[in-house]
Nanobody
Framework: QVQLVESGGGLVQAGGSLRLSCAASRSIRSFQVMGWYRQAPGKQREPVATITSGGGTIYADSVKGRFTISRDNAKNTVYLQMNGLKPEDTAVYFC?????WGQGTQVTVSS
């Protein structure tokens, strides 16, 4: 397992941007897939974006064109750049790695 710590969440107005970071406790170079998920109040956790070790990415339809996932293996960190935020993006955002989850970071988008 690996420890994951998310940061970068906060309160932002609709249309604004945030950049989430996920710092891992050890090298992520060998992790074939890492991702970001989110869970809104009263809803199930859902995938937002994933990235492979080769840089391939997959996005949920709801965030395509607005969010960008990236990884920096040298820094053991995965990022989620979120632009054009909408109130419906409000959720706790979690970072994931094989067999591991972070504690989450709250993102709140006001209208």
């Amino acid at each position: 397992q690996v420890q994951l710590v998310e940061s970068g969440g906060g309160l932002v107005q609709a249309g604004g941007s945030l950049r989430l970071s996920c710092a891992a406790s050890r090298s992520i170079r060998s992790f074939q897939v890492m991702g970001w998920y989110r869970q809104a109040p009263g809803k199930q956790r859902e995938p937002v974006a994933t990235i492979t070790s080769g840089g391939g990415t997959i996005y949920a339809d709801s965030v395509k064109g607005r969010f960008t996932i990236s990884r920096d293996n040298a820094k053991n960190t995965v990022y989620l750049q979120m632009n054009g935020l909408k109130p419906e993006d409000t959720a706790v955002y979690f970072c994931s790695a094989p067999h591991s989850w972070g504690q989450g970071t709250q993102v709140t988008v006001s209208s």
